[in-house]
């Protein structure tokens, strides 16, 4: 649901206390209100979730084997401005990716809103690119994917390929994208992403998987994009990564949002509860 001008509206209005000062024209990009997401999982129930087991009922035509919730995200409010970073920690399984992917609009919300200012752009390690083609075929597909024009791809392509680093130690953009590392095959995802300005990049562990030097690299250009008034999302399990990038940070627990303030204030009660 893109709401540019309903948000734009908002701008004054959402200046709560937990929100940004009021002397800047604060944009938001992101309004989520008391979102809810819930997953169904279909013949979940009392272990009959196998394709055998479904094969079954199918043969016997019987009633399948029930349905099971996961409520991945429960009541989780808040509102993104322009030119913010905002980290996303939380354990495994607490619901960080179900709500990077809600906002980008791949799962439908079981109740509340998400409203968003432009097209959110999901950059996950599992973003879908084909292994069978050649890094050089995955930066020009991807390019065109992200709504860039053939020229536009061409003029990138070479900054594109050195962000990434693939070729540092040989030519590998020309071999198919099945041959690289996953750290190798995460960079090249994130270069791609990173060639063009989005109103809201959403970045689910990308940077953890590079090395150090490209860490660096990309912590750079995250802050980049932001002044380049974009607003960007990062999950990270590495609370470095999240003190570097982001000045304010999301500490969702069991699908709740458990704090939501400046990255120093949300980490040191995180890593209290984690025990680092
Ligand atoms: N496709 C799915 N179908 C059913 N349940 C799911 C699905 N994807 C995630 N879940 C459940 O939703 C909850 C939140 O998962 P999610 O992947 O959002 O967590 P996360 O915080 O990103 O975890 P991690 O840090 O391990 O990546 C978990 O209980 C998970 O089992």
Known sequence: MAVAEETQEKAEIVQQADGPPAQKPWIPTVIAQDLHIVYR???GA?????ATAALNRIVRRKPGGGV???HAVKGVSFTAYR?????LIGSNGSGKSTLLRAIAGLLPAESGHVYTNGQPSLLGVNAAMMNDLTGE???VLGGLAMGLSREEVAERYQSIVDFSGINEKGDFITLPMRTYSS????????????AKNHDVLMIDEALATGDKKFQRRSEKRV?????EAGTVFLVSHNNKSIRDTCERTLWLEKGELVHDGPTEEVLK????FTGK
């Open 68 to 70: 099971r919730e996961v």
């Open 137 to 139: 075929r995955n930066v």
């Open 41 to 43: 999982v279909y013949g």
């Open 46 to 50: 009392k272990g009959k979730g196998s």
């Open 269 to 272: 009660e995180y890593e209290k």
């Open 183 to 194: 750290g190798m095959a995460a960079r090249l995802r994130f270069s791609i992403a990173a």
């Open 83 to 87: 030119g913010q970073a905002i980290g």
């Open 223 to 227: 802050r980049q994009l932001r002044e």
